[in-house]
């Protein structure tokens, strides 16, 4: 890795295309580009649009009007731009050849590539293996990419504090040339139609489509902070906050002042308003400025912002991540069993062959009511964790069965108390009750 940073960022920066600069209208088709877009692409675009006719004019002839359609209708009209951008690059492929051994720095490739150059298609390959990448190996590359990038290990990336599973970047990093190759990575897959299993933050989300951040936003981020900005709001705060117009660093002693003077400024009911605002804006955004600003950079090189503003933050999140589909045989590898129960008990068959039979909504919601959450970590089920960021994988325990008893779920410890059951029907009935209904407050401990 330490090879991989220490590269100049100015190497990357001159083989960047020259952008517009400014928000910028097409003169055939009305469609609006974002300053971010390459002067490249846009040429393309009015090349494209010179010789469209009623029946093939360029999709941003209808942006404006795409905002209010309906998921699908958006899906279909960016992916026709994609295939657009596809034709009007040349047909060689982009061969990469990478070691697994040195994956992240072979990876590093990309970074050097200008947005023409990525919206081609991926040839991969990988040091001493044999094999033929019609797409697959191009997958597997991102797939397995995406997770290092996202991992503990790399630390650019760390979970939101709230019980969802989904990612935001992290606090105090400079690491700026992984931040756009992340960006890059994320880009390609979807601009390749390849979904993946790394939900971002919802602050994130509006970061990349450039939606204003309100603080009931930070609910999505940082529920614990969003709940004490909310009380400050809302409440008188004389004599219970005595904290000043700063903040303390994460993992550091430094001490980031809101406003200028800030440690000296102390909290009031006059000025709390404005606290709240500065706060966060300081959460949001001061405190990631330049990793996202890379982050954003990388993304935006391969889909324009153009095509990804007629989504909403929930939207985007389907189209980058699509339908979670939940493994069941990493679940199973990853369970701990306590008391009498082991894989081979009567009652966990039943339990599995049960959990086989249901639908991934149903996976979804069974997962929602054991562990608070209805997505897996993106290293899979070995990595569950508490909301502290204490391991605690997937454990089923036995309690005795009375009539009418059904499953218990601690969410705090990702724990099951599962009846023991005198027959699987009772245990299948008992079950999809729970996870039909838990919302309403079946189940909980």
């Known amino acids: 890795m330490g090879g991989s940073t220490s590269r100049s960022r100015n190497s990357v920066r001159n083989n ?25 692409d846009f040429n393309a675009h009015l090349e494209y649009c010179k010789k469209g006719t009623k029946s093939t004019i360029s999709p941003l002839a209808c942006l404006e009007s795409m905002q209010d359609k309906s998921y699908n209708q958006k899906v279909e009209w960016f992916r026709d731009y994609i295939k657009a951008l596809k034709k009007s690059t040349q047909r060689e492929m982009v061969k990469l050849r990478i070691s697994r051994e040195n994956f992240l720095f072979d990876s590093f490739h990309i970074l050097s590539l200008n947005s023409k150059d990525l919206y081609r298609e991926f040839h991969i390959s990988f040091e001493g293996e044999i094999g033929q990448d ?54 390609k897959a979807l601009f390749e139609n390849i979904p993946v299993n790394c939900p971002l933050s919802y602050v994130l989300y509006k970061h990349i489509l450039q939606v204003p ?16 900005l909310k009380f400050i709001e809302v409440n008188t705060i004389e004599n219970v906050f005595f904290e000043n117009f700063n903040v303390k660093l994460e993992n550091s ?45 990388g993304l935006y090189a391969v889909v324009p912002f153009y095509l990804v503003r007629v989504f909403d ?34 009652v966990i068959k039943w339990f599995w062959e049960v959990v086989e039979s249901l639908t991934q909504e149903q ?16 290293e899979g089920f070995q ?18 069965h009375k009539k009418n008893y059904l499953p218990r779920a601690h969410t705090c410890f990702n724990r099951l108390d599962l009846p023991v059951y005198s027959n699987k029907a009772d245990l299948e009935r008992s079950l999809k009750l729970v996870i039909t209904h838990f919302n309403l407050g079946f189940g909980f401990e």
């Not at 790399?154 to 969802?164: I, N, P, Q, S």
């Not at 002042?257 to 709390?272: V, Y």
């Open 16 to 40: 960047e295309p020259a952008r517009l600069g400014r928000f910028t209208k097409c003169p055939n088709c009305n469609g609006i580009f974002c300053s971010e877009t390459s002067i490249e």
């Open 134 to 187: 019609a797409g697959g190996i191009t997958k597997e590359w991102i797939t397995e990419l995406i997770k290092l990038l996202f991992s503990e290990e790399m630390g650019l990336f760390c979970r939101t504090k709230t019980e969802r599973v989904s990612y935001t970047i992290a606090e105090n990093k400079e690491c700026y040339e992984l931040y756009e190759l992340a960006g890059k990575v994320l880009g």
């Open 213 to 228: 951040i309100k603080l009931a936003d930070l609910a999505f981020h940082d529920s614990s902070l969003y709940n004490s």
């Open 253 to 297: 002693n430094q001490v980031f002042e809101l406003c200028e003077g800030g440690n000296k400024i102390q909290l009031t009911e006059e000025n709390k308003l404005e606290y709240i605002r500065l706060r966060l804006q300081f959460e949001a955004h001061k405190k990631v400025e330049n990793c996202l600003e890379s982050f954003l950079r």
């Open 313 to 346: 933050p929930v939207e985007l999140e389907i189209l980058m991540c699509g339908s979670p589909v939940i493994d069941i045989e990493d679940w199973k590898k990853n369970t701990v069993y306590r008391g009498a129960f082991k894989p081979s008990h009567v």
């Open 363 to 378: 996976l979804s919601n069974l997962l929602k009511f054991v562990t608070g959450s209805e997505r897996v970590p993106i």
């Open 383 to 400: 990595n569950l964790k508490t909301l502290r960021g204490d391991v605690a994988k997937f454990t089923i325990e036995p309690i005795k």
